[in-house]
């Protein structure tokens, strides 16, 4: 039996190499990576999601998009560091063709990327999957965060309670089945993303998972926070331990989280 994937991805050629041996090559082959070259984003690199579907999870099928029937597989894997120290990995994505020949490089990263931080090459691993990627993450807010109730007041999200009413985008009011807790390393899907005042028209600053997705555009197409790090107005923080709450409704929701439409996971069979 088929099953369906969405993982966001960015294109190697977005990639530059601006040190080492590579310099000015954008990231390609896993066998032409070398330890010590240096990587950073071009400006307006721009991260897209992808859906597979396939029987297994180390070679997939690309269903949409300019290279819709393609197939994909990871082949290697590349750890990165910041000169702060800041850890990162890379899994290195060919699309090619039935007969084998690759159509295309890209990538998917544990951490969000922002551009102009460059990125040096620590190790390259010539093993690698997918299946990380394909894992559904849990959407979370850190606490603190602020949402909007059914009656309109303003909650942060450590203050609710199982049956409280919470207004949603597209169904009004709902009510909370569950809310789980946990104190994470912030690192890969969990790392913390903040968007700054008005980043948005967020009144404050509003602090989530990289793996939270966000409704910016009338259609209700939703985008992971992790893509949307610039390094300005919203930054990654990685290492260290985030406090999260998540928040889980009998089915798909998007709540409004600092007035910002984030979208909350069904969760059947709630306690």
């Not at 369906?4 to 990639?15: M, P």
């Amino acid at each position: 039996m088929w099953q369906t994937y969405d993982i966001d991805v960015l294109d190697g050629a977005d990639f530059i190499a601006v040190a080492g041996v590579n310099e000015g090559d954008g990231l390609g082959a896993v066998a032409d990576l070398l330890p010590d070259d240096c990587y950073a984003l071009v400006p307006g690199a721009a991260v897209r999601s992808i859906r597979l579907a396939g029987t297994g999870r180390d070679q997939l099928q690309i269903m949409r998009g300019e290279a819709r029937g393609k197939l994909l597989r990871a082949s290697g894997a590349v750890t990165l560091m910041t000169s702060t120290n800041d850890l990162c990995e890379l899994t290195v994505l060919t699309a090619a063709d039935v007969s084998g020949t690759t159509c295309a490089t890209l990538f998917t990263a544990a951490s969000p990327l922002a551009a102009g931080v460059t990125w040096r090459i620590v190790e390259v691993n010539t093993k690698a999957s997918l299946t990380p990627f394909l894992s559904k993450p849990t959407p979370a807010f850190a606490t603190g965060t602020r949402v909007i109730m059914a009656t309109g007041r303003l909650c942060a999200v450590e203050n609710l309670r199982a049956g409280d009413r919470i207004l949603t985008r597209d169904n009004g009011p709902q009510t909370v089945r569950r809310i789980s807790h946990r104190v994470s390393p912030a690192t890969g899907r969990d790392t913390a993303v903040r968007i700054a005042t008005g980043a948005l028209n967020n009144p404050r600053p509003l602090t989530l998972s990289a793996a939270n997705r966000l409704v910016l555009t009338c259609d209700g197409r939703a985008v992971s926070a992790g893509t949307l790090v610039d390094g300005k107005t919203v930054t990654a923080h990685h290492g260290g331990y985030v406090e999260y709450l998540t928040l889980h409704f009998d089915d798909n929701e998007t709540v409004y989280a600092e007035g910002v439409p984030t979208t909350i996971s069904q969760c059947r069979g709630a306690a």
